[in-house]
T-cell receptor
Framework: DAGVTQSPTHLIKTRGQQVTLRCSPK?????VSWYQQALGQGPQFIFQ???????QRGNFPDRFSGHQFPNYSSELNVNALLLGDSALYLC?????????????FGPGTRLTVT | SQKIEQNSEALNIQEGKTATLTCNYT??????LQWYRQDPGRGPVFLLL?????KEKRKERLKVTFDTTLKQSLFHITASQPADSATYLC???????????FGTGTRLKVLA
């Protein structure tokens, strides 16, 4: 039973460029959440996708967008990259039908913006 | 303003002792609170969940308490081992939005 997988593992981009990060949820899970974790900080909630729609959003600008596919996998897109976007981007999956749900995190994508 | 705070200083304890980590929150109404473990360069791993109407939860050497009057959760690791060394994150799920809000984490080091 595969856990949450993310790709790529590491990424280096230049300021102003665009980036796409990918996530495959744990088998059987239908909800994907994305988080940004700066060094020494806790994860910050970006948004959550369920049934291919954005269900909730944190305090992130519109430069951050996402998508969920019919197989429940998800993408996070960041446009016009800033130096401050350098962080570990975490994907977490869960099952929406459970009243209280656990989140299973992937290993993350380390994004460096130069 | 809304805040969730963990002791940002690292906690060093001797092997075999009980480690106690604190999570305090302000201006939130948690539906429940979770604790995660995170190793360097890895994603957080879920450990325990406690609901707003529960006082205590246990799992093996782990114990979590939740005091909604004090707005505080305590996380205990008994008989600590060097392998318990990691950063521990608390996260509350707000009852209004059901969004996850994480603390900054406390780094625990268990000395052999």
């Amino acid at each position: 039973d595969a856990g949450v997988t993310q790709s790529p593992t590491h990424l280096i981009k230049t300021r102003g460029q665009q980036v796409t990060l990918r996530c495959s949820p744990k088998s059987g899970h239908d909800t994907v959440s994305w988080y940004q974790q700066a060094l020494g900080q806790g994860p910050q909630f970006i948004f959550q996708y369920y049934e291919e729609e954005e269900r909730q959003r944190g305090n992130f600008p519109d430069r951050f967008s996402g998508h969920q596919f019919p197989n429940y996998s998800s993408e996070l897109n960041v446009n016009a990259l800033l130096l401050g976007d350098s962080a570990l981007y975490l994907c977490a999956s869960s099952l929406a039908s459970t009243v209280v749900y656990e989140q299973y995190f992937g290993p993350g994508t380390r994004l460096t913006v130069t | 303003s809304q805040k969730i705070e963990q002791n940002s200083e690292a906690l060093n304890i001797q092997e075999g002792k009980t480690a106690t980590l604190t999570c305090n929150y302000t201006n939130y109404s948690p539906a429940y609170l979770q604790w995660y473990r995170q190793d360097p360069g890895r994603g957080p791993v879920f450990l325990l969940l406690i609901r707003e109407n529960e006082k205590e939860k246990r799992k093996e050497r782990l114990k979590v308490t939740f005091d909604t009057t004090l707005k505080q959760s305590l996380f205990h690791i008994t008989a600590s081992q060097p392998a318990d060394s990691a950063t521990y994150l608390c996260a509350l799920v707000d009852s209004g939005t059901y969004k996850y809000i994480f603390g900054t984490g406390t780094r625990l080091k268990v000395l052999a």
